[in-house]
């Protein structure tokens, strides 16, 4: 009886010690990213992890990994599907393996300015092309902005025969080679490391980029003509696994849902403000001449490069395209 009573003891005790240590164990997000901390991007992780802390502190911890110290944007996704990071943001070009339908956003001259695609990512379709990479064991969270894209060259551009025979750099997608050869332009797929080296030596004539990306990267510095387009949407898709997000208490899920959704807010205000500032400061510079184009000279490069959208409608979904055009 009293042996009985001493491994009862023990086993209660045991298990108490069990539960506490479950109990005490935190969740830990890894946040891995490829840009620098003072970034939009880079801010925005950093306000998440914050907001995070301070909500669920002791429940929940999140180490965020910038410049890619963990995983490029090639690789994350894959090391996501693994458990090996839990949080990231890549372009939404990166999710061609994945999904077709996000290539609505790389359309040109789908969107009519940054609060078009705003709408739209916020409207149905938009949230519903959150969940277009379940299949592939991915959740999409939310969608962080970068900005719209404009057109750099060595010479003015003012009309779609501008771009004929001239070499543009593009980021490795059917839509944007298929952007530039409506237009009669070569689209040349290169590292964004590249760009600069490319622009300098001539070895090619342009490329597409934001005003935070041109200003950063000093390509204003090695390209004479700006042309503000506004033809496209850079922007990023935050996502997990889904495995990792069905696997949090729902209580925590909602939590950590609602600190991202701040952040990107937070983010997204401030991509807008280097938008406009960095637009500013090439200005300044008057290293390149910006170029304006009036409505009647922006509607012929719509005309021009409209085509291709009809050529991905099947991939993308009409509908999606439609929903996109009404954001409008």
């Known amino acids: 009886m009293l042996l009985t009573k001493k491994i009862y003891g023990l086993t209660t005790a045991l298990l108490c010690a069990f539960s506490f240590n479950v109990s005490a164990e935190q969740i830990e997000i890894k946040f891995s990213h490829v840009v620098a901390e ?3 991007k880079g801010q925005m992780a950093l306000k998440f992890k914050a907001l995070v802390e301070e909500r669920l502190a002791g429940k929940v911890t999140v180490k965020v990994f910038p410049n890619s110290q963990l995983f490029g944007d090639n690789k994350v996704l894959e090391a996501m599907q693994l458990g090996d990071v839990q949080l990231a943001a890549p372009s939404l ?8 339908k996000l290539q609505v956003f790389d359309l040109p001259f789908l969107f009519k300015d940054i609060d078009a695609v705003e709408r739209f990512q916020q409207g149905v379709e938009g949230q519903k092309l959150l969940n277009s990479i379940n299949r592939k064991g991915l959740q999409g969270l939310g969608y962080l902005h970068n900005g719209m894209k404009q057109l750099s060259s060595s010479s003015e551009m003012k009309t779609p025969t501008d771009l004929n025979g001239k070499k543009f750099r593009i980021m490795s997608s059917d839509v944007l080679a298929a952007q530039f050869h ?5 689209a040349v797929k290169k590292p964004f490391s590249e760009v600069f080296t490319l622009l300098q030596t001539k070895a090619i004539d342009g490329q597409e980029n934001t005003w935070s990306n041109i200003y950063s990267k000093k390509f204003f510095e090695v390209q004479d003509h700006i042309t503000e387009s506004n033809h496209g949407v850079l922007d990023y898709l935050v996502v997990t696994s889904k495995s990792f997000w069905k696997s949090l208490p729902k209580d925590i899920r909602k939590d950590v849902k609602a600190a991202l959704d701040e952040a990107i807010a937070y983010g997204n205000g ?3 403000q280097k938008s406009t500032i960095d637009k500013q400061k090439i200005v300044d510079s008057k290293r390149s001449t910006i170029v304006t184009l009036s409505n009647e000279e922006r509607q012929q490069w719509v005309e021009a490069m409209k085509p291709v959208w009809k050529r991905f409608e099947k991939q993308i979904g009409k509908n999606v395209i439609n929903a996109a055009i009404a954001a409008n």
């Open 270 to 272: 401030i991509a807008a």
């Open 38 to 40: 003072n970034t939009p």
């Open 93 to 100: 070009s990166k999710f061609k393996k994945y999904t077709k």
């Open 182 to 186: 409506a237009v009669d332009a070569v």
